[in-house]
T-cell receptor, first 112, second 114 residues
């Protein structure tokens, strides 16, 4: 079946370093992707999105890269801060509907 | 900044009881969703709702579940007879228009079925 998954369940980085969180997806029909941040006890918070006609998109301190050839999505966080500690999910939407599929999540811990 | 609000934040119920989870989506949004997240697992789609009817639903959304938009602002999820395995965090989300547009999530209702 179709799946969205993350390579690493946990990631620890030093404050100030850059973080890279990866995501693999299996459905080549997916055409829109979102990265969400989820802090403990809260709902998913939108970070950045990218459409399948792009391979890179930048926001404030974050960059999303999309490699459709290998069905891989990554989130890069520059100068990681303690407030970035959270679980990060990638989500995909397939062009046949409006249902988002979420990955399992990667827990990012920023060490001061 | 507009946000999706959910009430209650926590709900404890006995197995077999009915629960209603409430959501107020962002006011100009047209598409509404319920997702759930069992502790430690990924966020799972339950149902989407547009123009006062269900547009998509997952296998999880069986006959025990129903959704309603009783007025112009509220969007509710009802579980008719709760089971232990319904214990999860339930998230409401809304979307301005369908397809490729970001979902805004509420903070969730933690449902505990005893």
């Amino acid at each position: 079946g179709e799946s969205v998954g993350l390579h690493l369940p946990t990631l620890s980085v030093q404050e100030g370093d850059n973080s890279i969180i990866n995501c693999a997806y299996s459905n080549s029909a997916s055409d829109y992707f979102i990265w969400y941040k989820q802090e403990s006890g809260k709902g998913p918070q939108f970070i950045i999105d990218i459409r399948s006609n792009m391979d890179k998109r930048q926001g404030q301190r974050v960059t999303v890269l999309l490699n459709k050839t290998v069905k891989h999505l990554s989130l890069q966080i520059a100068a990681t801060q303690p407030g970035d500690s959270a679980v990060y999910f990638c989500a995909e939407i397939q062009n046949t509907g409006n249902q988002f599929y979420f990955g399992t999540g990667t827990s990012l811990t920023v060490i001061p | 900044e507009p946000e999706v609000t959910q009430t209650p934040s926590h709900q404890v119920t006995q197995m077999g009881q009915e629960v209603i989870l409430r959501c107020v989506p962002i006011s100009n949004h047209l598409y509404f969703y319920w997702y759930r997240q069992i502790l430690g697992q990924k966020v799972e789609f339950l149902v989407s709702f547009y123009n006062n009817e269900i547009s998509e639903k997952s296998e999880i959304f069986d006959d025990q579940f129903s959704v309603e938009r009783p007025d112009g602002s509220n969007f509710t999820l009802k579980i008719r007879s709760t089971k232990l395995e319904d214990s999860a965090m339930y998230f409401c989300a809304s979307q301005e228009w369908d397809g490729n547009e970001k979902l805004f999530f509420g903070s969730g209702t933690q449902l505990s079925v005893l």
